[in-house]
């Protein structure tokens, strides 16, 4: 089903210019831009689940684990009947959503304990959810069967993270290290600011977040390449934007993380239009 005939999933409530988009019976998927002023989007319901994967743009979200303003990836999972005002600072942004219907959102959650509210999911769930995108760009027969297991790997990471998302100290924690503008901290910054030992704290944030303070660092700055190269920059701008030694050293990071290159994702970031435009303003120079 080409992406003009795709009808719109009944209670999706979804708002957005779509770039690309297909459906079934049992799900719909969409790649979109934000068209709906900050200021004229008003609270409402989601009937169905809605997820979103945020690649680019300012984003605020009700959901546990959000900041009060999310520039950066992040993947929201919300359960059928939210009700929220969740929006973008402006419309600027690049996101994902997938919505199914309450009845095949219960089958694929059979024996997984998610609870009723909508919150982030884990940080490395990013780079699983980045192939809906490949998905939703490249469709064919199989995609439908491809979207339903990608959905159901975030799944059961989603019932594997505790409903609590942190206790106070490991919040604090998280908090400094998703600090803007300020230098990486050390270990015994991180610990006071928990009031942990050393030792205890590595252990603990290990085992909350599944990997170590630094890692988080590394991954947190390796997804906000995600929103500079979903927006058009390129690749060597964007490692010399965010610290890396080089292209080749984001380039290495990026398929290590996400399993394709970057600019392979610029590519499926583009939308027709996009790459028409950057194709006629290269002819144009030559």
């Known amino acids: ?149 990608i959905f159901a790997e975030l799944l059961a990471e989603a019932s594997r993270q505790p409903a609590r998302l942190h206790h106070d100290g490991l919040q604090r924690v998280l908090e400094r290290l998703d600090a803007e503008d300020v230098p990486p901290p050390s270990l015994a910054e991180l610990a006071a600011i928990a009031g942990l030992h050393p030792v205890y704290l590595a252990r603990a944030f290990r085992k909350r977040h599944g990997l170590s303070p630094s890692d988080y660092l590394r991954k947190r700055r390796l997804h906000k390449a995600v929103s500079l190269i979903a927006r058009q920059r390129t690749v060597a701008r964007a490692a010399a934007a965010l610290g890396f030694v080089d292209e080749s050293h984001l380039h290495r990071a990026f398929v290590t993380e996400f399993g394709m290159t970057p600019g392979a994702f610029r590519r499926l970031a583009l939308s027709r239009a996009e790459v028409s435009r950057i194709q006629d303003a290269r002819l144009r120079g030559r």
Not at 10 to 18: E, I, K, L, W
Not at 59 to 69: I, L
Not at 80 to 87: A, F, I, L, Q, V
Not at 91 to 116: I, K, Q, W, Y
């Open 1 to 149: 089903m080409s992406a003009p005939d795709v009808p719109r999933l009944a209670g999706t409530g979804v708002m957005g210019c779509a770039l690309h988009q297909q459906a079934t019976p049992d799900l719909a998927i969409a790649y979109l831009r934000p068209t709906i002023p900050e200021h004229a989007l008003q609270r409402h319901q989601h009937a169905d689940m809605h997820l979103v994967v945020l690649l680019a743009g300012r984003y605020v979200s009700e959901a546990a684990g959000m900041p009060p303003v999310c520039a950066e990836p992040a993947v929201i999972l919300n359960p059928p009947g939210t009700e929220h005002r969740d929006r973008f600072r402006s419309r600027d942004g690049l996101f994902l959503t997938l919505t199914m219907p309450t009845s095949a959102f219960a089958r694929l959650c059979e024996g997984h304990v998610l609870g009723d509210q909508p919150r982030r999911l884990p940080r490395p769930s990013l780079a699983r959810a980045l192939r809906l995108l490949a998905e939703v760009r490249q469709w064919e027969p199989a995609s439908p069967l491809a979207v339903e297991a």
